[in-house]
């Protein structure tokens, strides 16, 4: 919803949170605790979480933070399990997004771990720009294998590689997740791509063949990071993952019905 100019009723949103929290995903990635200058349609992210069923559902809360401050917010209610922070591996990127280095943002990553560990709370780290930037910023698969074993040596288990403006191919996708799976086993290594139509299938078939059992979507394909780029590129969709499922006879553990009123209501929300 970040993207979006009109701002999106809060009621809506909880309406349509609660059917997808009825669908049966691991996790829900519901609002951010940033600063509503800079994400407004977010800024009614508490109003929202106050109005969630969590009775009937075993689906977990994530929240995206960018800063301690956030952190410190979220970690205050004990119906958010996850924190996410984008962390880029391009510089250009980490400024455009957060106003900070990569080391800066390296040392935020640090206390934000702790403020999770004190509360019990689990932090994501998206690997923003992962595959390849469009700044000219240098990338390397190594350069993603450093950043990843710098996280991993601070406690973090969940690291989504995040390919935020749309950039990877087949080729790097296999090369990173075929090495970092590997290396990495008792890290839970994610998949968090923006793509065109026309090249989702052959992403989401080159992750999948090299270990990745954990993706990013979005209902719709609606989203895409507004910091990346003045165009948007969207999240893949979360019917093409589950058109994808179904192609290669894999389980997805989701209610099938509840699936499709949920794209019923995105229809409404995002028409």
């Known amino acids: 919803m970040q993207g979006i100019e009109q701002f999106i009723p809060t009621k809506t949103k909880i309406d349509y949170l609660n059917q997808l929290l009825r669908v049966g995903f691991d996790i829900l990635d519901f609002g951010s605790f940033v600063s509503p200058r800079a994400v407004p349609q977010l800024a009614d992210t508490k109003e929202v979480l106050n109005g969630l069923d969590l009775s009937q559902t075993d689906t977990e809360l994530l929240a995206i933070v960018v800063n301690e401050r956030g952190a410190k917010e979220a970690c205050q209610f004990p119906q958010i399990q996850f924190l996410g922070y984008p962390f880029s591996i391009s510089e250009s990127f980490q400024l455009r997004n957060t106003r900070k280095t990569i080391q800066e943002s390296f040392d935020i990553v640090k206390r934000i771990q702790m403020l999770c560990t004190n509360h019990q709370k689990t932090l994501l780290v998206y690997l923003s720009m992962g595959f390849g930037n469009p700044y000219g910023d240098p990338w390397s698969p190594e350069i993603a294998e450093f950043w990843t074993d710098q996280l991993a040596a601070l406690g973090i288990r969940h690291i989504a590689l995040a390919d935020t403006a749309g950039v990877s191919a087949p080729d790097n996708i296999a090369q990173l997740f075929g090495s970092l799976i590997p290396r990495f086993p008792e890290l839970r290594i994610s998949a968090h791509f923006h793509s065109h139509p026309s090249s ?27 910091f990346a780029e003045d165009e948007l590129v969207g999240n ?14 894999i389980r997805l553990g989701i209610s099938q019905s509840e699936f499709q009123q949920a794209t019923i209501l995105a229809h409404q929300v995002f028409g």
Do not use: N
């Open 200 to 226: 989702r299938d052959k992403k989401l078939q080159a992750a999948w063949e090299h270990g990745c059992r954990r993706f990013d979507t979005a209902m719709l394909g609606y989203g895409g990071c507004p």
């Open 236 to 249: 893949i969709s979360t019917e093409s993952l589950v058109y994808f499922s179904k192609k290669h006879d």
